[in-house]
T-cell receptor, first 115, second 115 residues
Framework: DTEVTQTPKHLVMGMTNKKSLKCEQH?????MYWYKQKAKKPPELMFV???????INESVPSRFSPECPNSSLLNLHLHALQPEDSALYLC??????????????FGSGTRLTVV | AQSVTQPDIHITVSEGASLELRCNYS??????LFWYVQSPGQGLQLLLK??????LVQGIKGFEAEFKRSQSSFNLRKPSVHWSDAAEYFC?????????????FGAGTRLAVHP
């Protein structure tokens, strides 16, 4: 299995809702990432998990809460989002956060719309 | 500061024509460089990567890229473009900072293909 699977593919939520994005990989990768991508922009790093521990939080607002229950799963919990948080949320994994040469494997993303 | 520049925001070519997408990087150490492709509403797919060895790198879908240290460039090429190549292309450099691997993306080049 060489894929990163993200669910749901599309999500519409109100500003008072709580929702979660899910990401799963079975490649044995030990680093997982959340990226946010606005339209016509490159992906921007949000969080890095290495060996199931949060390693990097790129000054993301607390209304985004990541969770890594095990080495294969990565969640992003959403609460009290704003319309400007509408974007494509991409999950990625790599063999290890300390290995630069392998690149990342990206999921197909969750298209989030906040109304 | 580490950065990636893609000078061309939008490129249009005719089907069957050759293609070159430009990428310049700024990174103090040995760069680990990547090209990703993104179709509309999709995640990113790795086309090719460079981190050592032969400076001409072959990738998937008939793409290749050449690393030129003297010019700080990593341009992507394809000898004959197909209509299905229309997509957004991102150049990226892997930055190792604080013990962790981060991908820094360029702004992207949108490729349109005329029949």
């Amino acid at each position: 299995d060489t894929e990163v699977t993200q669910t749901p593919k599309h999500l519409v939520m109100g500003m008072t809702n709580k929702k979660s994005l899910k990401c799963e990989q079975h490649m044995g990768h030990r680093a997982m990432y959340w990226y946010k991508q606005k339209a016509k922009k490159p992906p921007e790093l949000m969080f890095v998990y290495s060996y199931e521990k949060l390693s990097i939080n790129e000054s993301v607002p607390s209304r985004f809460s990541p969770e890594c229950p095990n080495s294969s799963l990565l969640n992003l919990h959403l609460h009290a989002l704003q319309p400007e948080d509408s974007a494509l949320y991409l999950c990625a994994s790599s063999p290890g956060s300390g290995r630069r040469g392998y690149g990342y494997t990206f999921g197909s993303g969750t298209r989030l719309t906040v109304v | 500061a580490q950065s990636v520049t893609q000078p061309d925001i939008h490129i249009t070519v005719s089907e069957g024509a050759s293609l070159e997408l430009r990428c310049n990087y700024s990174y103090g150490a040995t760069p680990y460089l990547f090209w990703y492709v993104q179709s509309p509403g999709q995640g990113l797919q790795l086309l090719l990567k460079y981190f050592s060895g032969d400076t001409l790198v072959q990738g998937i879908k008939g793409f290749e890229a050449e690393f030129k240290r003297s010019q700080s460039s990593f341009n992507l090429r394809k000898p004959s473009v197909h209509w299905s190549d229309a997509a957004e292309y991102f150049c990226a450099v892997a930055m190792f900072s604080g013990g962790y691997n981060k991908l820094i993306f360029g702004a992207g080049t949108r490729l349109a293909v005329h029949p």
